[in-house]
């Protein structure tokens, strides 16, 4: 079986992948408890699939018994721009950088299928197999940090040595009993830069999130109006949030990725507020077709796009908010209106006569 896994980590990279590392479905034994915190806590937040599926996602050996082992995958998606930067450019949107091209989810299945086919050519049509990405009650970060593909950070997200925070995980379950690797140890040391740039304090501790205050959640799967007080934390950030990620001392030693379809599109880079507040359903459905931005759908994408123009500071894009406040969409229209009076506040300010030195 050694001779085996070492073909198949030079598969997978032949594949696309940057790293393979194997662990044991049952190698996760801390899972259940953090787990079981994390939703007592109501920090899933409107997530409610996380405890549906919690007796599958706290024991990855139950989601298939037969398994004896996962092949766990990660993929560059390195930046090759400073992802903060559109964070100072308040009238244009900021889109988290997995989501400025082609919806991973696609690319890393396809490359987890061939790779999964080749190790059943190599062994026997009698080899099982079930690949995972993302789709799936997998704690793909727990199996990763088991595997030794990284560490699970101050941030919970997996840190590698090699891909610094900027990594895809895909995961192969197999009937194969083949040779497991060690685990990854704790590098963070006493570093806190993850925790401290969160602009809405999502980290109650170290290694804790609640994603009801995490902004990636709150653009992406939080339905409905977002909390007032939440709303001029979120900046110009309309799809995701790459703060904690983009700090981490790691990625210095991280490669800018392989795969050119995680590279950014031109538009998606720092789009024009005005622009995007242009969108009906059709225009958006065209604009992100192959995206994972398209599953959100137009409602909470303009909602997202209403906050940003909101905080942009920017009174030459009230009439595009006011556009909207009359929207069928009650979220649309609550925070056209809401972004409507901050940018009317702006306009005050500008039109008071200055006093007189």
Same mark, same amino acid.
């Given at each position: 079986?050694d001779?085996?896994?070492?073909?198949?980590?030079?598969?997978?990279?032949?594949?696309?992948?940057?790293?393979?590392r194997?662990?044991?479905?049952?190698?996760?034994p801390?899972?259940?408890?953090?787990?079981?915190?994390?939703?007592?806590k109501?920090?899933?937040?409107?997530?409610?699939?996380?405890?549906e599926?919690?007796?599958?996602?706290?024991?990855?050996?139950?989601?298939w018994?037969?398994?004896?082992?996962?092949?766990?995958?990660?993929?560059?998606?390195?930046?090759?721009?400073?992802?903060?930067?559109?964070?100072?450019?308040?009238?244009?949107?900021?889109?988290?950088?997995?989501?400025?091209?082609?919806?991973?989810?696609?690319?890393?299945?396809?490359?987890l299928?061939?790779?999964?086919?080749?190790?059943?050519?190599?062994?026997s049509?009698?080899?099982?197999?079930?690949?995972?990405?993302?789709t799936?009650?997998?704690?793909?970060?727990p199996?990763?940090?088991?595997?030794?593909?990284?560490?699970?950070?101050?941030h919970?997200?997996?840190?590698?040595?090699d891909?610094?925070?900027?990594?895809?995980?895909?995961?192969?379950?197999?009937?194969?009993?083949?040779?497991?690797?060690a685990?990854?140890?704790?590098h963070?040391?006493?570093?806190?830069?993850?925790?401290?740039?969160?602009?809405?304090?999502?980290?109650?501790?170290p290694?804790?999130?609640?994603?009801?205050?995490?902004?990636?959640y709150?653009?992406?799967?939080?339905?409905?109006?977002?909390?007032?007080?939440?709303?001029?934390l979120?900046?110009?950030?309309?799809?995701?949030?790459?703060?904690?990620?983009?700090?981490?001392?790691w990625?210095?030693?991280?490669?800018?990725?392989?795969?050119?379809?995680?590279?950014?599109? #031109?538009? !998606?880079? /720092?789009?024009?507020? +005005?622009?995007?507040?242009?969108? *009906?359903?059709?225009?958006?459905? @065209?604009?992100?077709?192959?995206?994972?931005?398209?599953?959100?759908?137009?409602g909470?994408?303009?909602?997202?796009?209403?906050y940003?123009i909101?905080?942009?500071?920017? #009174?030459? !894009?009230? /009439?595009?908010?006011? +556009?909207?406040?009359?929207?069928? *969409?009650?979220?649309?229209?609550? @925070?056209?209106?809401?972004?409507?009076g901050?940018?009317?506040?702006?306009?005050?300010?500008?039109?008071?006569p200055?006093?007189?030195?």
């Amino acid at each position: 079986m050694d001779a085996l896994k070492r073909r198949l980590v030079a598969q997978a990279v032949v594949e696309g992948f940057d790293l393979a590392r194997i662990c044991r479905p049952w190698d996760v034994p801390q899972v259940p408890a953090r787990l079981t915190e994390f939703l007592d806590k109501g920090r899933h937040g409107q997530m409610g699939w996380l405890a549906e599926r919690s007796h599958w996602r706290s024991d990855p050996a139950a989601l298939w018994p037969e398994a004896h082992s996962v092949i766990m995958l990660g993929e560059s998606y390195t930046p090759e721009h400073d992802p903060l930067a559109v964070l100072e450019r308040r009238s244009e949107g900021a889109i988290s950088v997995y989501a400025q091209n082609r919806d991973y989810h696609d690319l890393v299945k396809k490359r987890l299928k061939r790779l999964a086919r080749w190790l059943i050519a190599e062994t026997s049509a009698a080899t099982g197999v079930k690949v995972f990405v993302d789709t799936a009650p997998v704690p793909e970060k727990p199996l990763g940090a088991a595997a030794g593909l990284g560490w699970q950070g101050k941030h919970t997200n997996l840190v590698s040595r090699d891909l610094g925070s900027w990594f895809f995980l895909g995961s192969i379950f197999t009937t194969l009993d083949l040779p497991a690797d060690a685990p990854e140890v704790d590098h963070c040391g006493s570093c806190r830069a993850c925790l401290e740039i969160c602009p809405t304090s999502a980290f109650p501790a170290p290694y804790q999130l609640d994603a009801r205050r995490c902004i990636s959640y709150l653009t992406i799967e939080h339905h409905g109006p977002v909390d007032v007080p939440l709303r001029a934390l979120m900046g110009n950030r309309i799809y995701g949030c790459d703060d904690c990620l983009a700090v981490c001392p790691w990625n210095k030693f991280a490669q800018e990725a392989r795969e050119v379809r995680y590279h950014a599109r #031109a538009d !998606l880079l /720092a789009p024009p507020l +005005a622009e995007l507040a242009q969108l *009906d359903d059709a225009s958006f459905r @065209a604009k992100f077709s192959g995206s994972p931005i398209k599953r959100i759908g137009i409602g909470r994408f303009l909602r997202n796009v209403m906050y940003a123009i909101g905080n942009s500071g920017d #009174a030459g !894009l009230r /009439a595009t908010a006011q +556009a909207h406040c009359e929207s069928a *969409d009650p979220t649309v229209a609550d @925070a056209a209106r809401w972004a409507a009076g901050r940018l009317e506040t702006v306009e005050i300010r500008m039109d008071r006569p200055q006093d007189p030195a």
